[in-house]
C-alpha cells in the first residue's frame, strides 16, 4: 500500500516578516480581510466594501500564495494584529532583561546601603 506524503505543517505557517508584510500592506490600503475565491481575491475594506481582484502584479502572487495556504484560504487584518503582537518569544527576552537589571540594581542599592551603615557603627565607635 503507498504511503501518502504528510503535508508540510510549515506551509500554512506564515513568518513572522511575511506576517509584517502583509500587516503592511493592510494597513496601507485599509484593508480587513483577504479571502481566496477561484483564484481571485476578495478584499474588504474598512468601510465595509469589496473587491474582486485579479492576481496581476508580483506583489499581490505573493500575498495569493501566502493566503492558499491557509487552512481558511483567508486572512484577516485582526489575525495578522494578534500574531505580529502578542508573540510570546519575542517580548520574554526584554522582559528578562528588564527584571535581571532592575534587581542587580536593587542588590547594588542595598549593598551600598548595609556598607554605610557598617561605616557609621565604626565611626562612632571611635
Known sequence: MPVSPQPNQKSNQIS????????QYFLTHNITKIT?????????????QKERKEVNNQELE?????????PSHSISLNELQNNT????T???PNKNNLLIL????FFVQLA????LIQSLFLLVQI
Open 112 to 115: 551600598s546601603i548595609v556598607f
Open 62 to 70: 505573493k500575498y495569493q500564495h501566502f493566503i492558499q495556504n491557509q
Open 90 to 92: 519575542q517580548s520574554n
Open 102 to 105: 532592575s534587581l542587580a540594581s
Open 36 to 48: 481566496l475565491e477561484n483564484g481571485k481575491l476578495v478584499i474588504e475594506y474598512n468601510d465595509s
Open 16 to 23: 513572522e516578516t511575511e506576517k509584517r508584510q502583509l500587516l
Open 85 to 88: 503582537t502578542s508573540n510570546p
